[in-house]
C-alpha cells in the first residue's frame, strides 16, 4: 500500500524545492555516503524481490514494514551502516513499494518495473525524515527534546546533534512544520540542494485567505506554440517562456560537448583494448567534464526561467478567474511529431496544467478539463463545424489563423475561438 502520511483537516501539505547548501569538505563526505548506502540499500530490496518473484510468482510482495525490519540484520552484517541515518533508510523502503505499487497499476503495454540505481546517475538524493526525539544529559541528568530537523536562523539548518547547514534563505520554512528533507547533488555542476516536505496551517496560508475573493469569471484557454501560446475567451495572449538567446548558446555547447564525447570514447576504447592491465573512463578527462558542467549551466538556466514564468502566468490566471476550462492535450502523444517535439517540450503544456490543478485548489478555484477534438473548427456562434476544413492537412491547417464562418458569417480568430469553444464545452 502507499506510504503517505496523515494529514488533519485543517492542514496543508506541500513541497517546497531547490534550497541550495553550501556543505564543508567533510560534510560533502557524510552525504557521499549517505546516496551510497541508501543506492546500496535499494539494490539489495530490489535484488531480493526479483529473486523471490522468479522462484514464486504466487507470493504477494513484501510490505513496506518486513523491508523494514532487515535493516537490524543488515547492520550487524555491515557496520558501516550504523553510521547512516536509520530514517533516511526506512524513507528508502517506502518510495521503493510506492514504486512497485505505481508498476503494478500502470497498464500491462510499456510498463516497467523499478530500475537498479547507478552511481553515474547525475542526480544522487537521500530523504531524511524530522522525528522529534527526547534525550537525558549524563552530567546534570537533564530532559532535552526537539526535532531532528530544525531552523536556527535564516541560513542555518540544524541535522542532528552534529550536522550544522550552511544554506541560502530559508525564510520559506517560517511558521512550517518540517516532514521531510530530501538531500540532492548534481554531479554535472557538483551543487547540493535541499528539498523539503512541510505542513503549515491553513489560517496561516495567504493562499486560502484569497478564497474570498471571488471574481465571479468563467475563462477558457486555448494552448499553442510560439506568440500564441495561451489565448483566452476574452482575447488575453502570452507567448511561450523566452528562453531563445539560452537555447543558441547551449547548443553551441551541446555540439562541443557531443565532439568531444565521441573522440573520448573513441580513445577509451582503443586505449583499454590496447592495455589490458590499465583501463580508463571518459570520466578521466578534465576538459570533456568542464564542458559538461557548462551544457547543464545552461540546461538548468532554462529549465529555472520557464518554471518561473509558468509559476507568474498560472497564479495570474488563478487569481481572475472562478473557473478555467482547458484541453485534455495527450502531450506524450503530439511529441512524436518529431518536427514540433522540440516546441511542444520548450511550451512545457504539461507543467502549466499541473500547475493549475494544485492552485485552484490552493486557491478555492475550479478547473474544468474538456475533450480538445475539433475546438477551432466549430463555429463558437452557430456551433457548426466548417466543412471546408474536413481535408486539409495538418501543415495546411497550422497555417489557418483567421477563418469565416459559412453558416452565420462570423469572423473568427483560429484561437480566441477555439477558447470559447472549450468554455462552452465545460460550462454545457
Aim: overall charge positive; glycine content about 4%.
Amino acid at each position: 500500500m502507499r506510504q503517505q502520511s496523515q494529514q488533519k483537516e485543517n492542514e496543508v501539505k506541500f513541497g517546497i524545492n531547490s534550497v541550495r547548501v553550501y556543505p564543508t569538505d567533510e560534510q560533502k563526505v557524510y552525504f557521499i555516503n549517505l546516496f551510497g548506502a541508501n543506492r546500496w540499500f535499494w539494490n539489495q530490496i530490489k535484488d531480493m524481490t526479483d529473486k523471490r518473484y522468479k522462484n514464486n510468482p504466487q507470493l504477494s510482495f513484501p510490505s513496506v514494514s518486513s523491508l523494514k525490519r532487515l535493516l537490524p540484520r543488515l547492520k550487524q552484517e555491515q557496520e558501516w551502516l550504523k553510521e547512516i541515518d536509520s530514517t533516511s533508510l526506512q524513507a528508502t523502503a517506502e518510495y521503493y513499494c510506492n514504486a512497485q505499487e505505481a508498476f503494478f497499476k500502470q497498464k500491462p503495454k510499456g510498463r516497467k518495473p523499478p530500475k537498479f540505481k547507478s552511481r553515474h546517475y547525475y542526480m544522487q538524493s537521500a530523504t531524511i525524515k524530522n522525528v522529534h526525539y527526547r534525550y537525558k544529559l549524563k552530567k546534570d541528568n537533564t530532559l532535552h527534546e526537539g526535532d531532528q530537523i530544525h531552523v536556527v536562523d535564516p541560513h542555518t539548518l540544524q541535522v542532528g546533534k552534529k550536522l550544522s547547514l550552511h544554506t541560502s534563505s530559508l525564510k520559506c520554512l517560517k511558521g512550517c512544520t518540517i516532514k521531510r528533507m530530501m538531500i540532492k547533488y548534481r554531479q554535472d555542476l557538483d551543487r547540493f540542494y535541499l528539498s523539503f516536505t512541510v505542513v503549515k496551517e491553513k489560517k496561516d496560508l495567504p493562499k486560502y485567505a484569497e478564497k474570498i475573493k471571488k471574481t465571479g469569471k468563467a475563462v477558457g484557454i486555448d494552448v499553442g506554440l510560439g506568440k500564441e501560446w495561451l489565448v483566452t475567451s476574452d482575447k488575453h495572449r502570452w507567448s511561450v517562456p523566452d528562453t531563445f538567446a539560452l537555447e543558441r548558446q547551449k547548443n553551441k555547447v551541446q555540439s562541443h560537448f557531443d565532439r568531444n564525447r565521441s573522440a573520448i570514447e573513441k580513445r577509451v576504447a582503443r586505449f583499454n583494448h590496447e592495455h589490458k592491465e590499465t583501463k580508463i573512463e571518459k570520466y578521466d578527462f578534465q576538459n570533456w567534464q568542464k564542458l559538461r558542467k557548462t551544457k547543464s549551466k545552461y540546461q538548468l538556466k532554462i529549465a529555472n526561467k520557464r518554471y518561473d514564468y509558468l509559476q507568474k502566468v498560472t497564479t495570474w490566471l488563478v487569481k481572475h478567474y472562478d473557473v478555467i476550462a482547458i484541453e485534455d492535450l495527450k502531450t506524450k502523444n503530439l511529441m512524436r511529431n518529431h518536427k514540433l517535439a522540440h516546441n511542444i517540450a520548450n511550451a512545457g503544456w504539461r507543467m502549466f496544467r499541473q500547475m493549475l490543478e494544485y492552485k485552484c485548489e490552493w486557491y478555492g478555484k475550479k478547473l474544468i478539463v474538456v475533450a480538445p477534438q475539433y475546438s477551432s473548427r466549430i463555429c463558437c456562434e452557430c456551433g457548426k463545424k466548417n466543412p471546408a476544413f474536413n481535408h486539409i492537412k495538418t501543415r495546411d491547417w497550422l497555417a489557418v489563423r483567421q477563418w469565416e464562418c459559412p453558416f452565420c458569417h462570423a469572423q473568427h480568430d483560429r484561437d480566441v475561438n477555439a477558447s470559447r469553444n472549450i468554455l462552452k464545452r465545460a460550462l454545457a
